[in-house]
């Protein structure tokens, strides 16, 4: 497993492409994950730490774990197929750990809602 930190959100040119970018940790390899307008948005919002009128999906998915005493321990992107990226979320709660399918730009916009930093 190669640790990688969130860089931000782009915009790809031409196409005008929303990408968020990591970049590993320990090197000079980055990651650029296309991903759609609004998880752009949802990622960038709480980046800047800019609220809503009303909660987004990742502000409610939050709640949820709050509530619920789970936390989110990491995010892992566990493969590309088909030039598509898939990831996985793991929640720890108690002594137990989940691991739950995510796509990656939901499981990044999770992540930076977190008080603690999360891994990718």
């Known amino acids: ?8 959100v782009r915009v790809e040119v031409p196409t ?3 990408i968020v970018l990591l970049r590993e940790n320990d ?3 980055y990651l650029p994950i296309f991903i759609g307008s609004p998880e752009a948005s949802a990622i960038v919002y709480a980046l800047q730490g800019l609220g809503t ?5 990742h502000d409610l998915f939050k709640s949820v774990l709050d509530e619920i005493g789970a936390r989110l321990s990491q995010v892992v992107i566990t493969e590309m197929r088909d030039s598509t990226f898939y990831a996985e979320i793991e929640l720890t709660r108690g002594d ?6 995510s796509r990656p730009p ?5 992540a930076v809602r977190s008080a603690e930093p999360v891994p990718i």
């Open 27 to 29: 090197g000079q390899r």
């Open 96 to 101: 137990g750990t989940t691991r739950i399918s």
């Open 16 to 18: 005008n492409q929303p």
């Open 53 to 57: 009128p009303r909660p987004m999906t």
């Open 106 to 110: 939901d499981a990044i916009a999770l």
């Open 1 to 8: 497993m190669i640790p990688m930190s969130l860089v931000g």
